[in-house]
C-alpha cells in the first residue's frame, strides 16, 4: 500500500528564511507526486506536481521540489518565506489518473514577521 | 477560475440521523472523489467515482456510505446513519480526463459534526 511521510509536524521560520519540508513515499511503481497547501480558512490548493520529465519542479509562489527516486523523496523549497506562507503544507502520492490521491500527515508553517 | 464548491459548509446532527453533503465538481471534469479529514488527522480517501460508477472505495466507505451523481453538475455522499465517529471535514475533490494533470481540485470542505 502507498503511503507518504512528512518529517516535521510544526516549522516556524522568520521571513526570508529557506524552507525545505521534508516528504518521502512508499511505493514500488511510478508515481505523481504532488503538494498542496492550504491556507488558515480556504480549501486545499495545488502548489506544484510532478509526473515524469525533469525532476525539479517549480510551482507557484516561488516554491519548487525535487524528485529524488533513489530516495523515494519529493521535498518541498522556498528560499526566502514570506509572512503569506503561513499555512499547512500536505504531500501526496498518486499511481495514475483518476487514482486516489494519499496524503502526508500535513506540516504547519508559520512565519514570524 | 473554476472551482469545486460544496455545501453546507457547516452540518450538525444527531447521532443515528441521515445526512447528505453536496458537492458541484468543475464542469467538465469526469472523475470525482471524496475524502475526510478528522481533526488532527490526516487526509483520507473515501472514494472515487467515473463513469457513473464507483472506481474505487477505501476500508472506511462501509454501506452506511452512498455516492451519487443525481443529474448533469451535483456529486453527493450519503451517509446513512452517522457516528459519533464520522466527525470530521469533509472534502470533495474533482479531476480531468488525461494526462496533462493528474492532480485533483478539492472544493472548501464541509465540516460535519454529530453529536
Known amino acids: 500500500a502507498q503511503s507518504v511521510s512528512q518529517h516535521n509536524h510544526h516549522v516556524i521560520l522568520s521571513e526570508a528564511a529557506s524552507l525545505e519540508l521534508g516528504c518521502n513515499y512508499s511505493?514500488?511503481?511510478?508515481?505523481?507526486l504532488f503538494w498542496y497547501v492550504q491556507y488558515p480558512g480556504q480549501h486545499l490548493q495545488l502548489l506544484l506536481k510532478y509526473f515524469s520529465g525533469d525532476p525539479l519542479v517549480k510551482g507557484i509562489k516561488g516554491f519548487e521540489a525535487e524528485f529524488i527516486k533513489s530516495k523515494f523523496s519529493f521535498n518541498l523549497r522556498k528560499p526566502s518565506v514570506q509572512w503569506s506562507d503561513t499555512a499547512e503544507y500536505f504531500c501526496a502520492v498518486n499511481a495514475r489518473v483518476g487514482n486516489k490521491l494519499v496524503f502526508g500527515a500535513g506540516t504547519i508553517l508559520r512565519v514570524k514577521s | 477560475e473554476p472551482e469545486v464548491t460544496q455545501t453546507p459548509s457547516h452540518q450538525v446532527t444527531q447521532m443515528g440521523q441521515e445526512v447528505i453533503l453536496r458537492c458541484v465538481p468543475i464542469s467538465n471534469h469526469l472523475y470525482f472523489y471524496w475524502y475526510r479529514q478528522i481533526l488532527g488527522q490526516k487526509v483520507e480517501f473515501l472514494v472515487s467515482?467515473?463513469?457513473?460508477?464507483?472506481?474505487?472505495k477505501s476500508e472506511i466507505f462501509d454501506d452506511q456510505f452512498s455516492v451519487e451523481r443525481p443529474d448533469g453538475s451535483n456529486f453527493t455522499l450519503k451517509i446513512r446513519s452517522t457516528k459519533l465517529e464520522d466527525s470530521a471535514m469533509y472534502f470533495c475533490?474533482?479531476?480531468?480526463?488525461?494526462?496533462?494533470?493528474?492532480?485533483?481540485?478539492f472544493g472548501p470542505g464541509t465540516r460535519l459534526t454529530v453529536t
Open positions: 475533490a474533482s479531476s480531468p480526463r488525461g494526462e496533462s494533470f493528474r492532480g485533483q481540485y
Open positions: 467515482f467515473y463513469n457513473n460508477e464507483i472506481s474505487e
Open positions: 511505493y514500488g511503481g511510478t508515481v505523481n
